[in-house]
């Protein structure tokens, strides 16, 4: 009697907890709701923790969630999301790859009544909404970082390696103005060389070994991207100059971030958590899905984070197998 009373309990409990669930995906406030996300390509930390991270809790919210993936072709991309403008999800998410190419099918997205937040580089364009890293901030801390190191009083050389990425991205051009900002205080710093890696590693490593053969007593190297940035190390490692040459670069706060701080190969690394993005861009398409549109263009900016040595906790990093769970 006992035993069938209990299974009686815990059926009744089952199906509670079945209804409680239909019931909160009922009231979701996304239900029936799409978001598409076109990013410069998967596969890497940044663009694989916006989709683990902010696709969860997309879908938790009810929305459906559509990936389409260029793999590094503009062209690829702008042709997502051509075809995305003519699927009308209710909000596309967008990193462009540069400042112009994707500006005016923005436009049309926006025009047609989809609503788009750029991700991490901006655009020509306005749209309803920007999530991503103080790009310039981001310079100016890492030209100050160098400064500290390479400056009036340090007794080195002054020479410094700046090595961007694709030159016409967003990420690119404001991090440049912030380096700016801070070198042209500081005459005594030396640019001896300011070259393009395309974001790319290899390109990278080949620009800084060329740099240190020129350059015995090279005293830093501004990187723009960390992603490209394991190159530059590379390079550095192999002229046996680690720990002789200051590099900083940033990053979203990805593990292999702060596993180059730990091993040496990175100096100071800037970040702007993807964590915290992703946060944030659920909470900008929430509100475009279920406020009225604003007037103006939202921006949401990541707060900068340095990391060093001195600084590096276990926390300090996040792990993209760990989302995935």
Known sequence: MKRQITIRLLLALGLGAAVATAALAQESPLKGKTVAFVPTSL???????????????????????????????TDAGAQAITSLISEKPDVLLVQNPDIQSYARLLKRAEDAGIAVVQVNMRSAANTSAFVGADWVGIGEAMANAVVAQCGKGSGKSGKVSIVQGVLTAAASTFQMKGVQNVLSKHPEIKVVSNQAADWDASKARAVTDTVLRQHADLCGVIGFWDGHDTGTAAAIREAKRQGQVFLVTNGGAAMTGCSNVANGNFSAYMTYNVKQQSDDLVAVTRDLLTKPRPAAMVSRITPITVIDKASLRPDSCWNLADVRK
Do not use: E, F, H, I
Not at 45 to 72: I, S, Y
């Open 43 to 73: 596969g890497y930390d940044l663009t694989d923790g916006w989709n683990a991270m902010a696709g969860k809790q997309l879908q938790a919210l009810g929305a459906k969630w559509v990936v389409r993936d260029p793999n590094w072709s």
